[in-house]
């Protein structure tokens, strides 16, 4: 069955994924798990696991009675989630913010801890007419301060995509100041920003860079050792030392500022920087040049 063929309730879904996710991070699914995260009764968590076998996926689970619970059976294969540890490791994170906003949460997953960088300061009022202008294809005026130009600065934006970078967003928008698509911190807005009911004149199929695809090959710094560089392709499970990742040209820069590649001026120390971009040329100077601008918009300088 396709997963487009399944019409799933969101609440179903999430807790279809918790299903996959536990069994095949962890070995063992109980009732419990779905119990403690969703606070439902076993009854109704035996019924998710049931239909997600019926329904979904009947060959994923078998029941251990040995471990009194469902363990993946050996044909395991995801259904409603992409099979990678980092969906593990994402349930892990949400378990401790969850856990620290309600103290008296009780979901059974093991001790883990996330390493928290300060979070950009965005007010609600803006968000709140972002997401409005966003949504409805319509223009924003607001204020913006902008690290290029001293001051506050009237803008006229055509928004069409929220993008997040790490723990941090900004709007991919036309500006008419600018007479261009560019990426504004939702942080820099000031004031009260409005959402106009004039429609957007430009949309995201004008966005050049946001349309055109790019493809990123990455390899171990080829300053370090054939052995650092072994254990470097291992950990991003490289064939023959490449990785290829494909992106849009306009998040490009925000792909290789997060992985520490820095094109024009690599780190002195190859153990910090540990990647290289293989295809720097083909790649285009133009889309790596914006490295500087994106790391000031996203936060990561």
Not at 226 to 245: F, V
Request: hydrophobic share 35%.
């Amino acid at each position: 069955m396709k997963k487009t063929d399944w019409p799933i309730r969101w609440d179903l879904l999430l807790r279809y994924r918790l299903i996959e996710i536990i069994a095949l991070w962890e070995g063992r699914l109980t009732t419990n798990h779905i119990c403690h995260s969703f606070g439902i009764g076993r009854q109704q968590a035996s019924k998710d696991i049931n239909t997600y076998l019926r329904e979904l996926a009947p060959d994923n689970l078998v029941y251990d009675r040995h471990l009194k619970g469902y363990v993946p059976a050996e044909n395991f294969s995801p259904v409603v989630t992409l099979g990678h540890a980092s969906e593990y490791l994402d349930l892990l994170a949400r378990q401790e913010h969850l856990s620290d906003t309600f103290e008296t949460l009780n979901i059974s997953l093991p001790d883990s801890t996330v390493v928290q960088g300060p979070h950009r300061v965005v007010q609600p009022d803006v968000m709140r007419a972002v997401v409005t202008a966003t949504r409805h294809g319509r223009q924003l005026r607001a204020g913006y301060a902008s690290l290029a130009q001293p001051g506050i600065s009237q803008r006229t934006l055509e928004p069409h995509t929220l993008v997040c970078v790490g723990h941090n967003w900004h709007l991919r928008a036309w500006c008419e100041t600018t007479g261009e698509f560019s990426d504004f911190a939702l942080s820099r807005f000031r004031g009260e920003p409005e959402a106009v009911r004039l429609r957007s004149r430009r949309t995201v199929h004008q966005d050049d860079e946001w349309n055109r695809e790019l493809t990123l090959v990455l390899t171990p710094d080829s300053r370090l050792s054939k052995e650092r560089q072994d254990i470097i392709a291992t950990d991003y499970g490289m064939t023959n030392h490449r990785l290829e990742l494909t992106t849009r040209a306009a998040l490009a820069p925000y792909v290789l500022s997060r992985l520490g590649v820095a094109v024009d001026t690599p780190h002195p120390d190859p153990l910090v920087q540990q990647l290289e971009l293989a295809n720097a040329e083909q790649v285009g100077r133009g889309t790596l040049h914006q490295q500087k601008t994106v790391k000031a918009v996203a936060g990561l300088c």
